[in-house]
């Protein structure tokens, strides 16, 4: 499976911007559907978005739909999470994965990237 390091995470004041960034390794992050999750204090990990491996088509969760944009740059095998009007509840540290045929996380989680929003 594609390695993967999500990065750009901080701490970020209520309606501000943030973007993460996912650096995969290996030739095959093309190939891949990826997502975005994330896990609260507390909380089960949840699902947040998902693009296509050729990036012409994005799914998000409800609760980011509007706010966040996910991208990729295959040629850079990385992918991005555009984050704006961020609120207290994006708290979070948040994980890519790379997504099998049913959009299921594959392979072992990386360490994250903390995303902290004060109000």
């Known amino acids: 499976h594609v390695q993967l390091v999500e990065s750009g995470g901080g701490s970020v004041q209520a309606g501000g911007p943030l973007r993460l960034s996912c650096a995969a390794s290996?030739?095959?992050?093309?190939?891949?559907?990826m997502g975005w999750f994330r896990q609260a204090p507390g909380k089960e990990r949840e699902f947040v978005a998902a693009?296509?491996?050729?990036?012409?088509?994005?799914y998000y969760a409800d609760s980011v739909k509007g706010r966040f944009t996910i991208s990729r740059d295959n040629a850079k095998y990385t992918m991005y999470l555009q984050m704006n009007s961020l609120k207290p509840e994006d708290t979070a540290v948040y994980y890519c994965?790379?997504?099998?045929?049913?959009?299921?996380?594959?392979?072992?989680w990386g360490q994250g990237t903390h995303v902290t929003v004060s109000s």
């Open positions: 693009i296509t491996w050729s990036g012409d088509n994005t």
């Open positions: 290996g030739r095959t992050f093309s190939t891949y559907e």
């Open positions: 994965a790379a997504l099998d045929g049913d959009y299921r996380p594959i392979g072992s």
